[in-house]
């Protein structure tokens, strides 16, 4: 939407919002995947139920309605056991793409300061500098000596009162 206004996003925005919109996907995709897993759960429930009430009535343990019927039950876990490792493959994906968002925030981050320190250190003279910092030490020393002199007369004048 912005870019038909002219507005071009930063490196980060779009980062940012290719995360917002990975993290939409991913939770859809995983709330589908619940549904599926739920409606195999009913399937399951419902295959072993038929299962039992058909070992019940069947004397036969070679009866071919009974082996289809486990083999309908085999191939149910199957299905959830791919379908819960299709979800967790998909969150990993999710956080894979979160991290991502934040490797370059921290990164542009990183080029704002650096850029930053470049224009401080071009935009300080050293040679001024260094004069400035002897001028303050000279005239730091000469204050440490002026404080000297007072305390020594102010003791001298304290000693002699008494």
């Known amino acids: 939407m912005q870019a038909l206004f002219g507005k071009k996003l930063s490196p980060k925005e779009q980062a940012m919002q290719a995360k917002r919109e990975t993290r939409k996907e991913v939770r859809s995709s995983q ?10 759960d009913r399937q399951e429930k419902q ?12 004397s036969n343990s070679k009866d071919p309605a009974l082996a289809a ?70 005239e730091n020393e000469r204050l440490q000596v002026k404080e000297e002199m007072m305390d020594e007369a102010l003791i001298d004048a304290f000693d002699n009162e008494e």
């Open 31 to 40: 709330r589908e995947m619940d549904r599926e897993l739920r409606e195999l």
């Open 47 to 58: 295959v072993t139920m038929e299962l039992k009430q058909r070992a019940k009535t069947t």
């Open 69 to 138: 019927l486990a083999k309908q039950l085999v191939q149910v876990r199957k299905q959830k056991e791919k379908l819960l490792s299709a979800k967790a493959h998909i969150g990993a994906v999710g956080m894979h793409a979160s991290s991502m968002a934040s490797q370059v925030a921290a990164a542009q981050a990183i080029g704002s300061v650096t850029q930053a320190m470049s224009v401080a250190n071009n935009a300080m003279d050293v040679k001024a500098t260094t004069k400035i910092l002897q001028e303050f030490q000279k």
